[in-house]
């Protein structure tokens, strides 16, 4: 959190307590949407509201699309219908598109009705896909020019463009090039209009390696695409090749960012935007489903070690030595985990390279179990005084740290196939695992070899 960030918060929660209306509202006047989309939810409820009503109605719009959709759906409750359309007269069809589902139906039909026919039409294009697919990140408003005009022809259209919309669309870095019927054929940098003779043709200059996406390509491809080949944007086509719209890095960047909250979230069992501040009873519900799981695999390893509840009594060092065996397995396995987990997301890993991976990681795991077996055997001994004890001790981190490393490895491929996400179960299985297996594998060598 930036320093600048941090004494707007502090500000916005001094003039809250003293409910200083001019400070609030000069304090707001000078704010970004998205900087005011994080000041919400840092709030609590009864202080969201009180902020909302001073946020300017120019903003409204572009703040609720910056919020999760619990936090979005309290506030249109709160906000006059009035207000609320002229917010979103403002707004793309694309980012219409993203919240008209938690709008009033009123305020929906109020702007489909202010629109003109074309608008209409790419509304109702754009609403009909999913939001995680490039046709609903894309933005409608094209800007796109034949291959045979001029560069001259390509400036007039975009100042003719300005005059008639108040504005050029955002982040616009190049016009599309199509033919008569609209069928695309590359792309034309600005930076190519601008710095060459202005008489010689669009067609001269363009460029025809274009990546494209087609409507249903998944959010996430797009996001990888973007990366790998650093777009500032990218067409949308039809099957047709005929250009229907246009993906810009400021969704992207979007896309990545709810992917990177998703993971951190799904490991800790909480849905991909967690309100901190959300009713304490729904609260509760959700996070005790995942607590109820957890709860269930820590009775399993507690079967297990009370399966040896006898060598417990009879050597009290096992039960000061188990936590060390089941800590080492998990943190192994949570290591090879996380870079499994991101392989998969990034379509790294495959069924050719798998059996590989796996061999990788058992390596891995066996150099790592024979170091800190040894380590672990020396201080057993130095400090018990019983070299078998420290025996038993070195051979079972061995096997949690190799069962670790081949749980993390195998894990998130199996709950992939199986349609679960491995961000969100992965942990649980492999924790329930390596305890299980580190326990057994300890107790049962105590048993065996001390008594």
């Known amino acids: 959190m930036t320093i600048k960030f941090q004494h707007l918060i502090n500000s916005i929660d001094i003039a809250l307590d003293e409910n200083d209306e001019q400070a609030l509202q000069k304090l707001l006047v000078n704010t970004s949407a998205a900087e005011i989309a994080r000041l919400m939810e840092s709030l609590t409820q009864k202080d969201r509201l009180t902020l909302w009503h001073y946020v300017p ?26 207000e609320l359309t002229a917010s979103l007269s403002a707004v793309q069809m694309d980012e219409l598109a993203d919240i008209d589902s938690d709008l009033p139906i009123t305020v929906i039909s109020a702007m489909v009705q202010a629109m003109d026919a074309q608008r209409r039409e790419r509304y109702d294009l754009v609403k009909h896909y999913p939001d995680d697919s490039a046709g609903g990140l894309m933005d409608v408003d094209i800007t796109a020019v034949r291959a045979d005009v001029s560069l001259k022809a390509a400036l007039r259209y975009m100042r003719r463009l300005r005059q008639r919309e108040g504005a050029l669309p955002d982040h616009l870095d190049s016009l599309m090039v199509v ?26 200059v363009m460029s025809t390696e274009v990546t494209s996406f087609t409507p249903l390509n998944s959010a996430h491809n797009v996001a990888q695409a973007f990366k790998d080949k650093d777009l500032l944007s990218a ?13 810009t890095v400021d969704d992207v960047i979007d896309v990545i960012q709810d992917e990177a909250d998703k993971e951190v979230f799904s490991r800790a069992g909480l849905n991909s935007h967690p309100d901190m501040f959300a009713p304490i009873l729904k609260s509760s519900g959700r996070r005790a489903i995942w607590l109820g799981i957890n709860l269930m695999t820590a009775f399993l390893a507690a079967w ?80 018990f005084g019983d070299w078998q004890l420290g025996m038993v001790f070195g051979a079972a981190m061995i096997i949690v740290l190799v069962t670790g490393v081949l749980a993390g490895t195998t894990i998130p491929p199996l709950l992939k196939k199986m349609g679960i996400d491995p961000a969100l179960a992965g942990g649980v299985v492999l924790t329930t695992v390596t305890d299980v297996v580190g326990f057994f594998a300890f107790l049962s060598l105590a048993t065996l070899i001390i008594l």
């Open 57 to 82: 109605t120019r903003l409204r719009a572009k703040v609720l699309l910056e919020l999760h959709q619990d936090l979005r759906r309290s506030l249109i409750a709160h906000t006059d219908e009035a």
């Open 179 to 204: 033919d008569r019927n609209n069928v695309l054929l590359g792309v034309v940098p600005l930076s190519q209009i601008i710095s060459n003779d202005l008489s010689i043709s669009v067609r001269d």
């Open 235 to 247: 067409p949308v086509v039809d099957d047709q090749h005929k250009l229907i719209g246009r993906i």
């Open 304 to 383: 297990v070690i009370g399966l040896f509840e006898t060598s417990i009594e009879k050597i009290v060092a096992l039960a000061v030595l188990m936590p060390v065996v089941a800590s080492m397995g998990g943190v192994a396995g949570s290591q090879t985990l996380t870079l499994v987990t991101r392989g998969l997301a990034l379509n790294q890993i495959n069924n050719k390279n798998m059996a590989k991976l796996i061999g990788h990681e058992f390596s891995i795991g066996a150099l790592n179990g024979m170091l800190w077996a040894a380590v672990v055997g020396i201080i057993a001994f130095q400090w």
